[in-house]
């Protein structure tokens, strides 16, 4: 493979090598597997991180994590008052961290991709009632930094 090769696979990389070396794996597996569309098995990776050494400010970020997932898990089997449960527990979650960043994810984009994916969810009384729309599907890209975290 060329250097160019390594440069764009890098580019694309939803994180780099600094970042494998610095976060848990079952973090970076969750992004991988979320990525991937399989959002139920990214939900698992979190909870095992969660339920494991996570910190407090971590729990709080990974529960998020693990609600925003079961969200769009919820859409896929077609529960979509379940979904609207999941997104907006995410919110609050995200918004009680009070941090623009979290384990090098830009929460500030992530939530906007939230938004832009689920906002319809909200925009009447009962989901049930209204057809999905297409949707595009929020993509995790840690920010080149590595953080401290609990």
Known sequence: MSEMDDSVDEMSAAYTA??????????????DLYNAGEFHAAHDAWEARWVDEAG?????????????AVAFHHL???????????????????????TPRFMSLDLVDYQAQLDRALAWLDSVPDPRELAMPEMQLPTIRLLPEVMDYD
């Open 56 to 68: 407090p400010r971590e729990k709080l970020f990974l529960q998020a994590m693990i609600q925003s």
């Open 76 to 98: 896929e089997i077609g529960r979509r008052g379940a979904a609207r449960r999941m997104y907006v527990m995410a919110k609050e979650k995200f918004a009680r961290l009070e």
């Open 18 to 31: 600094e970042h494998a070396v610095a976060y848990p794996g079952d973090y970076l597996a969750g992004i």
